[in-house]
């Protein structure tokens, strides 16, 4: 299949992006760094059409890992650029609202750098962009919605600042987009190797784990054995007392120490298999298995059992059998879940950050044009510009000079370089910055090292016809046992110019979601086991990828008429070994007095250096990445 006769680079360049080591055999990794340089970028390579293997590709954690790992940094830099007001390391959300705030407090004449190791901005906002036949598709590489019942009002305002219209992006999704309202029509897909046949079952599955409507015949469908479906229909029905002697107290206990694995596997009954089926949601939230969520984490997802765990709400015990077949009860509705999505997710929220601070990036000046506007990445690093943004560019080294400033130190396309600076923010992993200041106290380090960054891959799948995928009649599926846990259409979502395509032979982009932990063996913590599925994932070529995505495709389409050798024209791969930021989870993490969780004691500023991540606010949202960019720049001007 030619997947990439669109592009100018090909899947084989980014499969074997570090090749360039067999003519540089005497360099150390620090030299192997970044498929793209800053002027090839500059030359026509657009990397938000880039295919293939993205996210943690090949050549864009190399200079990192060396130094992690072993330690390795260049012993001298080239002084470069003249000296800035601030330095940004990170220029994802966090790191670009940093820039934003900082040059909207401190005048337009602020010199602001920005230095990013990858060949895009956005960090996991990552936009997927392709081309079929003359017309532009997009999928989400990472970071998707716009949480904006969660945010506060400071985290809402800026993004209502820089062009984010609520209403509008409301407006423009298709209400039944399953990843929009998990309520909607939906499909379970049932894999041969785990349930013995290919099986995709349309329905409201979401309500039907929460009891609503004809719930049982909808367990019935799924073929399980009769104890299997016996137990879950008892668990969805709340008419069977798991926990029989119990007080509430001695409930409320259990459930928040207690695996949702264990109770369904020990006190409801069910197989391994049973188990598995409902574990899509939790595995593409928390990005681990059933057996290392609490039962209160698990019903928080939606998963089946909040009618005989919880005490029953208002809408649980409504007499009125109309409502009883339509609304779940409150506690399984996700109806404030139901969050703006932009067409490529928050990769839109990046450009508008992006198109603030270097208005010659692009000719956008509308909230609805930020979606198909074409970027010109030559614009990001101009020599004089008052804000420049530096691609392929991974920081090594930060410290406090004697003199008042800061050193920013970072190797690019094989050159060691150092920036001056008068204020320093980092914004990238926080794991990495311990290895970045030496002069941390190790106590600090130690509170920075703690949170282990939930590794995934987000694949978009370009079809040439939707065909396919449109007559299987849902958005969306769950996907238990499978490689993807998760697999929906991307976003479909109308915004000024960008129209999502809707006859049934259109082209149509797949969105699919792989968390990487394996589930729990014996007392391993989360954090355990997202290491581990770092190392997976980092292990695996794109091959092994494209095989686990077309195999998936092909279980779950092909009774509908896919075939993988004529349907599928692209692939894009975004892995992210380190992905989402650590929350604490109940069964491995302790609680910590207010000030003292180690992601508090972890970002306290270092002399002209201060730290903005969503590492930083143990929260994997944009909010939480605005919420600590404010912090950081406010403690600029402390």
């Known amino acids: 299949m030619n997947k990439d006769k669109k592009l100018k680079i090909t899947r084989r360049d980014f499969l074997d992006g570090v090749a360039m080591m067999g003519g540089v055999a005497a360099l150390s990794p620090l030299h192997v760094f970044g498929e793209h340089t800053q002027e090839e970028l500059s030359v026509g390579v657009y990397p938000p059409t880039l295919t293939g293997l993205r996210g943690n590709h090949p ?7 060396a130094l992690a790992r072993g330690g390795q940094r260049p012993t001298e830099f080239e002084e470069v650029d003249n000296v800035y007001d601030l330095v940004v390391v990170g220029a994802g959300i966090s790191g670009l609202t940093a820039a934003y705030l900082f040059r909207k407090r401190f005048g337009a004449a602020a010199k602001i750098l920005l230095l990013d190791n990858h060949d895009d901005f956005g960090g996991h906002a990552r936009r997927n962009e392709f081309n079929a036949d003359g017309r532009t598709l997009l999928g989400v590489g990472g970071s998707l919605n716009l949480e904006q019942a969660a945010m506060g009002d400071s985290a809402r305002s800026l993004l209502e600042e820089i062009g984010v219209d609520f209403t509008s992006l409301r407006q423009g999704i298709e209400p039944d987009y399953v990843i929009y309202d998990p309520m909607s029509s939906h499909g379970l897909y049932l894999n ?12 409201q599955w979401n309500l039907t784990w929460a009891g609503a409507g004809d719930f049982q015949s909808a367990i019935r469908s799924l073929q399980l054995p009769p104890s299997d479906e016996q137990g879950l229909i008892n668990l969805i029905s709340g008419e069977q007392d798991f926990l029989p002697g119990m007080s509430a107290q001695e409930r409320e206990q259990f459930m928040h120490s207690t695996s949702y694995e264990s109770f369904l596997s020990e006190h409801v009954g069910l197989s391994p298999g049973a188990v598995q089926i409902t574990e899509p949601w ?22 089946p059992g909040a009618a005989a765990l919880l005490p029953p709400t208002p809408e649980a015990s409504d007499p009125d059998p109309e409502n009883a077949e339509t609304e779940a009860p409150e506690a399984e509705n996700p109806g404030a879940d139901r969050y703006p999505i932009y067409p490529d997710g928050n990769a839109s929220v990046a450009r508008l950050l992006v198109r603030h601070l270097i208005p010659a990036v692009a000719a956008a000046n509308t909230e609805e044009n930020i979606v198909t506007s074409t970027f010109d990445y030559a614009q990001l690093d101009r020599e004089g510009a008052p804000v420049r943004l530096r691609l392929n560019s991974t920081v090594v ?6 003199d008042g400033l800061v050193d920013a130190s970072y190797v690019v396309a094989g050159n060691a ?20 200041c030496p002069e941390l106290p190790p106590a600090q380090k130690e509170s920075l090292a703690y949170g282990v960054k939930v590794p995934f891959i987000c694949t978009n799948v370009l079809l040439r016809s939707g065909a396919a995928v449109r007559k299987a009649g849902v958005s969306g599926y769950q996907c238990p046992g499978s490689f993807y846990s998760l697999v929906a259409t991307a976003p479909p979502v109308s ?12 082209p149509v982009v797949v969105w699919m979601i792989h968390a990487a932990a394996p589930p729990a063996s014996g007392d391993q913590s989360s954090r355990d086991l997202y290491r581990l599925g770092r190392h997976q994932l980092l292990s695996m070529s794109f091959e092994d990828i494209e095989a686990a995505t077309l195999s998936q495709l092909s279980g779950m389409f092909g009774a509908t008429g896919f075939n993988a050798e004529t349907d599928v ?18 069964l491995h993490d302790p609680v910590w007095p207010e000030g003292e969780a180690p992601h508090e004691l972890g970002r306290a500023p270092i002399g002209r250096i201060s730290i903005a991540n969503s590492d930083s606010e143990a929260q994997a949202y944009v909010q939480s990445a605005i919420d600590a960019a404010i912090r950081a720049v406010d403690e600029v001007l402390a």
């Not at 050549?59 to 890992?65: E, N, P, Q």
């Not at 024209?569 to 109940?586: L, P, Q, S, V």
């Open 59 to 65: 050549g864009s954690y190399d200079v990192a890992h």
């Open 495 to 506: 915004q000024g110019n960008f129209q999502p395509p809707t006859k049934l032979d259109d």
């Open 192 to 203: 041969a190797s785990v349930y013995g046949t290919d099986r995709a079952m349309n329905g």
């Open 569 to 586: 024209e692209a692939i894009t791969a975004n892995r992210w070994a380190h992905g989402y930021a650590y929350e604490y989870m109940e």
């Open 282 to 303: 939790i595995k593409a939230l928390f990005g681990v298995s059933v057996a290392s969520v609490s039962i209160y984490e698990a019903l928080y997802t939606g998963a």
């Open 397 to 402: 080294n930060v410290r406090n000079r004697d």
């Open 417 to 436: 370089q150092t920036v001056r600076t008068k204020h320093c923010i980092l914004a990238g992993y926080g794991g990495m910055v311990p290895h970045l």
